[in-house]
């Protein structure tokens, strides 16, 4: 899925050029051109990162970035003293870049930001109730007692664990885990949760993985 980038930026001009490239790049792109209305837009979306000028109408991008704080900002601004930088950087921006810049230098620290990003999300286990998943490794443990799992097995479980209240569609479970185990087709999908199944219920005695009839399956809570 391609990441969501907004543009807080009232120079129409400047603002188009960098959604164009941005575009083509394969980012989802978000416009605001005013302080409050960047609130107004932020309210409804979470892109994963914003890029913001700091001279904006109404609102000042210096007033609104203390309010920013579940995604990256890059400022993107004119202002090129040092303690304007210094200022903002300590108020929570992630980077600052001064106007006029290069488009590879913007894109880079686009990369970079969004590359954080990800690597902050990403948990080194998943655990559901006295189950626990170990990315890193890929082993499982049912009440600290290991697990051996298939490949398939595994990514069954890692999907689950990551939307532990969602029901998970068969189709999307099937696609989900296509690329890590493309031998796995629809007629043999049930056998390998019943598989998965019997191997976490043999050490708990407890049913983790339901059914949910004509739908999928989802983590069972006691």
């Known amino acids: 899925m391609s990441s969501t980038i907004?543009?807080?930026?009232?120079?129409?001009?400047?603002?188009d050029m960098i959604e164009e490239v941005l575009q083509k790049e394969g980012y989802q792109i978000l416009r605001a051109f005013s302080g409050t209305e960047a609130l107004?837009?932020?309210?409804?979306n979470k892109p994963d990162l914003l890029l913001l000028d700091l001279m904006l109408?109404?609102?000042?991008?210096?007033?609104?970035?203390?309010k920013l704080d579940s995604f990256p900002v890059i400022v993107i601004s004119a202002k090129s003293c040092v303690q304007d930088?210094?200022?903002?950087?300590?108020?929570g921006a992630a980077d600052y870049?001064?106007?006029?810049?290069?488009i590879e230098e913007l894109l880079a620290r686009i990369t970079v930001q969004l590359r954080k990003r990800q690597t902050e999300k990403e948990p080194d286990c998943l655990v559901f109730e006295k189950l626990r998943l170990e990315l890193a490794s890929h082993e499982v443990f049912?009440?600290?007692k290991s697990v051996h799992l298939t490949k398939t097995e595994y990514a069954i479980l890692k999907l689950l664990l990551s939307n532990p209240s969602q029901v998970i569609p068969k189709s999307v479970i099937l696609e989900r885990i296509?690329?890590?185990t493309p031998d796995c087709m629809e007629s043999s999908l049930k056998v390998h949760i019943s598989n998965l199944r019997k191997k976490l219920r043999k050490i708990s005695g407890k049913n983790y993985i339901e059914a949910v009839w004509g739908i999928g399956f989802k983590l069972q809570i006691s």
């Open 142 to 144: 049912v009440e600290e």
């Open 178 to 180: 296509s690329e890590e």
């Open 57 to 66: 109408p109404g609102l000042s991008g210096e007033e609104i970035l203390p």
């Open 6 to 15: 907004a543009i807080i930026d009232d120079d129409v001009y400047i603002g």
């Open 85 to 91: 930088k210094v200022n903002v950087l300590m108020e």
């Open 97 to 102: 870049l001064t106007k006029p810049f290069e």
């Open 40 to 44: 107004l837009l932020l309210e409804k």
